[in-house]
């Protein structure tokens, strides 16, 4: 089974940037995605972003221009360069694995968050 450990989060100002981590205890699926939610304070937990197959990958209209989701091919680790931060975009954010999806529609995942494994989070506090 899959276990999932975030890390990377810490506080900023706006405008700064941070790099969250996400290592992968054992190899997972490359038919499936992984991705990045966040939840705020007293929020409902939000999709940030997905990468699938290929690379292919889906962002949320917030985040996009800002945020970048990779995965490294060798080790399978999860990374989110978060970059012009804003005070929106605290929270605690979770990595996550395991959605799979149809006809290229990574997306999906996004809008679903349909995930099997679920890590712990790493909180972002961005403020000034």
């Known amino acids: 089974q899959v276990h999932l450990t975030s890390s990377g989060g810490g506080s900023v100002q706006p405008g700064g940037s941070l790099r969250l981590s996400c290592a992968v205890s054992?190899?997972?699926?490359?038919?499936?995605?992984m991705g990045w939610f966040r939840q705020g304070l007293g929020s409902a937990r939000e999709a940030v972003a997905v990468i699938g197959f290929g690379g292919r990958t889906s962002y949320a209209e917030s985040v996009k221009g800002r945020f970048t989701i990779s995965k490294d091919d060798g080790d399978e680790n999860l990374y989110l360069q978060m970059n012009n931060l804003k005070p929106e975009d605290t929270g605690m954010y979770y990595c996550?694995?395991?959605?799979?999806?149809?006809?290229?529609?990574?997306?999906?995942?996004?809008?679903?968050?349909?995930?099997?494994?679920w890590g712990q989070g790493t909180q972002v506090t961005v403020s000034s």
């Open positions: 054992a190899f997972t699926d490359s038919m499936s995605a």
């Open positions: 996550a694995d395991g959605c799979y999806y149809s006809d290229y529609d990574v997306a999906s995942c996004l809008r679903l968050g349909d995930f099997a494994t």
